[in-house]
């Protein structure tokens, strides 16, 4: 698992210490920037590594950032075509750049706002 925000942060969570690991990723707070082309080269060259040869990948994101080079965009495809790796998006704002999220096989939409919470509630009341 990697954080992207200013830095890269790894946690390795088939470790020995995988789980003291996931709960320190899990109790951190998400307020950085967004260095993605950083975060997804480090992800490339891990999946070169033969121990890696058959992981898809998960992107957490609001892919609110800039684009990627088309390096990068190339080695996705590679990757994609040649080495049949997934790529996956979670995209947790609606405002996410197509020009980013074009390279994911599957992409979800989380809506974290306003509108989501309070929309069951409403239906409920309305109903009673």
Known sequence: ???FATDIVRYELTAVTGI????RFLGQSFRGGTDMAACMSA??????DDVW???????ISDFIAQRLSEETVQRVRQRQQQHH?????VAMSQHGKP????IFDHIWHVDTGLTAAIAPRLSVALLQ
């Open 99 to 102: 020009g980013i999220l074009h």
């Open 1 to 3: 698992m990697m954080l």
């Open 85 to 89: 790796h997934r790529f996956h998006a």
């Open 43 to 48: 992800l490339l060259d891990k999946l070169e």
């Open 53 to 59: 040869h058959d992981a898809d990948a998960v992107m």
């Open 20 to 23: 003291e690991q996931a709960t």
